[in-house]
């Protein structure tokens, strides 16, 4: 059973800065690839950052330059480095990947980031 658990969020003021964490557990981790996704009150969920397990990784438009998606495998954990935050970054954001066996999708609970004054 893959298990996926996200932290860091919170309330920052625009311009700062957040670290979310997503610890994965029940899966071979360092084959897999994981996503951040995020999504805003009456909107889609919403695809943020990617990296794979060879360490590629794509960024939505809206965040690059400003977010950098990393691994660490070693402690099987996936990060999110938020920089130069908006308040149209405020969303829950949730952590993702997909079964080595199935490829069914699995989601963390998600972490609320709220960017506001």
């Known amino acids: 059973q893959v298990q996926l658990v996200e932290s860091g969020g919170g309330l920052v003021q625009p311009g700062g800065s957040l670290r979310l964490s997503c610890a994965a557990s029940?899966?071979?981790?360092?084959?897999?690839?994981m996503g951040w996704y995020r999504q805003a009150p009456g909107k889609r969920r919403e695809l943020v950052a990617r990296?794979?397990?060879?360490?590629?990784?794509n960024y939505a438009d809206s965040v690059k330059g400003r977010f950098t998606i990393s691994r660490d495998n070693a402690k099987n954990t996936v990060y999110l480095q938020m920089n130069s935050l908006k308040p149209e970054d405020t969303a829950i954001y949730y952590c993702q990947t997909q079964g080595l066996r199935t490829g069914m999708d699995y989601w963390g609970k998600g972490t609320q980031v709220t960017v506001s004054s």
């Open positions: 990296i794979t397990p060879g360490r590629l990784t």
């Open positions: 029940g899966t071979i981790f360092s084959s897999n690839t």
